[in-house]
C-alpha cells in the first residue's frame, strides 16, 4: 500500500520543475511518517537535478535539508512521537551492519548508505527527497530537533550545518584554534557561525568584500578578498584549518601556504573538476589536505543540540512554490551566489 504526496519534480535533467504526485509507503512497525513543513534547496541539489555528477535518477523529487512534524509513527516506534519536531538529512538508511555504520559514522557506509533523493532503497524503489508535502522514513534515520530552533531555520542544518560542524569538531575548532572560512554561502556562513560558537578565531576569505558586513555580523574576526593580491602574503603561515566551501576551481597552493604548521584544509564543497596542487606545498609545513562528508546520525542530532544550545539557525529566505518558477529562478540565484544564505521552500505552498 502507498499514499500519494503533493510534491515538486524535475522529470529530465536540467528540466523545470512541476507540480504533481508521488507515492509514499505505507507506515511500517519502525517507520516515522513525517509531514514536512520546510525543505531547504541545497547547492547539491542543483548538481544533480541538472546531471553535472554523473548519471541521475529521474523523475527527480530533490530535497535532503527536512524539517516538520510526526504525524503517525509504527507500532514498535520508540524515538520518536506524534508531534514532535524533526528532521531528515542527506540519507534514509544504510546498512547498520559495517564498520562504520556500528562507530555512528553511516555517511561512510561500505555498502553504501540510501540518499535521500536520487538513490534507491536496498529493497530497490527509488527514494524521492523534501519538495514534497510527506516522507515516510525509518525511526533511526530521523533527527530531533530542539525546541530552540524555528523549523524554517533548522531545515539547512541537516546538510549545511552537519557538512561545516563535523570538520570543525573533527579536526579540534575552538579556544586558541585560528580557522578560514572559504566561501561565504550557505555552507560557508553556518561555518562562520559554528566555527565562532565553538570559540575559534574566524577568518573569512570570499572573492570579494561584498558580504563582509554580513560574515562580520554572523561571527568572523576578520574578513579578506581572494581577489586582492596582497590577501595570500598577507595571511602566509596563519591558519590550523580551512574548511573550504567553495565548489569551483582554485589555487590550491596559495590556501596550502596559510596553513601553519601541521595546518589542515578539508574540502567539504564538491568541484565537478579534479584539482590540482603541488606536493611542495604540503611538504614545506608538513600540511594536510582532506576531505569530510556530512555527518553521521549521532553527530548531527550533536550538532542540532549545540545550535539550539548557542541559538544558531541558517539565515534563509523562504520560498513561496505556488508558481513552480520561483525554484527554477532560485536554482538560478545559488548558482550565481546571489542568496543570503540558504533558499527554504514553504511546503505548504506546494
Given at each position: 500500500m502507498t499514499t500519494t504526496v503533493p510534491a515538486l519534480v524535475a522529470r529530465?535533467?536540467?528540466?523545470?520543475?512541476?507540480?504533481?504526485?508521488?507515492?509514499?509507503?505505507?507506515?511500517?512497525?519502525?517507520?516515522?511518517?513525517?509531514?514536512?513543513?520546510?525543505?531547504?534547496?541545497?547547492?547539491?541539489?542543483?548538481?544533480?537535478?541538472?546531471?553535472?555528477?554523473?548519471?541521475?535518477?529521474?523523475?527527480?523529487?530533490?530535497?535532503?535539508?527536512?524539517?516538520?512534524?510526526?504525524?503517525?509513527?509504527?507500532?514498535?516506534?520508540?524515538?520518536?512521537?506524534?508531534?514532535?519536531?524533526?528532521?531528515?538529512g542527506c540519507f534514509v538508511d544504510s546498512c547498520r551492519e559495517c564498520e562504520n555504520c556500528l562507530a555512528g559514522e553511516e555517511q561512510f557506509c561500505v555498502k553504501g548508505n540510501v540518499p535521500t533523493y536520487n538513490g534507491r532503497e536496498y529493497t530497490g524503489e527509488d527514494t524521492y527527497g523534501g519538495y514534497s508535502k510527506q516522507i515516510v522514513a525509518d525511526e533511526n534515520y530521523v533527527l530531533s530537533i530542539p525546541e530552540g530552533i524555528a523549523l524554517d531555520e533548522a531545515a539547512p542544518l541537516l546538510c549545511a550545518g552537519i557538512t561545516t560542524y563535523s570538520p570543525l569538531k573533527h579536526w579540534g575548532a575552538g579556544p586558541g584554534k585560528k580557522v578560514a572560512v572559504v566561501g561565504?554561502?550557505?555552507?560557508?556562513?553556518?561555518?562562520?557561525?559554528?566555527?565562532?560558537?565553538?570559540g575559534a578565531e574566524v577568518t573569512v576569505i570570499s572573492q570579494t568584500l561584498s558580504k563582509k558586513e554580513d560574515g562580520l555580523k554572523l561571527g568572523a574576526d576578520h574578513y579578506y578578498a581572494s581577489s586582492d593580491p596582497s590577501t595570500f602574503k598577507d595571511l602566509r603561515s596563519t591558519f590550523d584549518l580551512i574548511i573550504n566551501t567553495i565548489s569551483a576551481d582554485m589555487d590550491i597552493d596559495a590556501y596550502a601556504r596559510t596553513l601553519r604548521l601541521n595546518g589542515t584544509m578539508v574540502f567539504v564543497g564538491l568541484p565537478e573538476k579534479p584539482q590540482s596542487f603541488s606536493a611542495g606545498s604540503l611538504i614545506m609545513g608538513r600540511r594536510s589536505l582532506a576531505g569530510s562528508n556530512i555527518g553521521g546520525i549521532r553527530e548531527t542530532q550533536e550538532m542540532l543540540d549545540f545550535c539550539a544550545e548557542h541559538h544558531i539557525g541558517?539565515?534563509?529566505?523562504?520560498?513561496?512554490?505556488?508558481?513552480?518558477?520561483?525554484?527554477?529562478?532560485?536554482?538560478?540565484?545559488?548558482?550565481?551566489?546571489?542568496v543570503r544564505y540558504r533558499f527554504v521552500i514553504d511546503t505548504a505552498t506546494i
Open positions: 529530465t535533467a536540467g528540466a523545470a520543475f512541476e507540480r504533481t504526485t508521488i507515492e509514499r509507503r505505507d507506515v511500517g512497525a519502525h517507520d516515522v511518517q513525517i509531514d514536512i513543513a520546510f525543505a531547504g534547496i541545497c547547492h547539491s541539489d542543483i548538481h544533480q537535478a541538472r546531471e553535472e555528477w554523473g548519471s541521475a535518477i529521474f523523475p527527480m523529487v530533490p530535497g535532503h535539508e527536512i524539517a516538520g512534524i510526526v504525524t503517525e509513527v509504527g507500532a514498535e516506534v520508540t524515538k520518536h512521537k506524534v508531534g514532535d519536531r524533526v528532521g531528515i561565504m554561502g550557505g555552507l560557508g556562513h553556518m561555518a562562520v557561525k559554528i566555527a565562532h560558537a565553538l541558517a539565515e534563509i529566505e523562504v520560498l513561496d512554490a505556488s508558481d513552480t518558477t520561483t525554484i527554477d529562478e532560485a536554482y538560478e540565484r545559488v548558482v550565481g551566489s546571489k
